[in-house]
């Protein structure tokens, strides 16, 4: 049986798409949703104590006026993700536009937050 070679017919798939852009990661949207700057109140329960969070300008986060070491994993409208240097997550989650509570992963607690008017 005689096998032969096929010639490349000039048709490649890399000449049509461009692998790079296919694959490319999620960019961070041009305009970050700033409604998640500002003060909340959010009380513990087991102790009754109110808290403070912050997130300021430049999106750090702050619990009763304390810089949280860690970086932000993801911001979007429906949630912000923070994970603290221990590697547990803090997330806000957002109803149109408006976050509405604070979870903390090293607690395993969902706390309601107040808006603090400036």
């Known amino acids: 049986m005689n096998h032969k070679r ?39 329960e087991l102790s009754g104590k109110v808290h403070l969070l912050e997130v300021n300008a430049t999106l750090n986060i702050l619990i009763d006026g304390r810089k949280l070491p860690g970086k932000i994993t993801k911001l979007d409208d429906k949630e912000l993700i923070f994970i603290d240097k221990y590697g547990y997550q803090l997330r806000l989650d957002a109803t149109e536009k408006h976050p509405v509570s604070l979870f903390d992963e090293a ?12």
């Open 107 to 118: 607690d395993n607690r969902v706390y309601p937050i107040v808006k603090i008017d400036n």
């Open 6 to 44: 096929h010639a490349t017919s000039g048709f490649s798939l890399r000449n049509h798409f461009k692998p790079l852009v296919l694959f490319k990661k999620k960019s961070i949207p041009e305009v970050l949703p700033n409604f998640y700057v500002g003060k909340w109140n959010f009380t513990d």
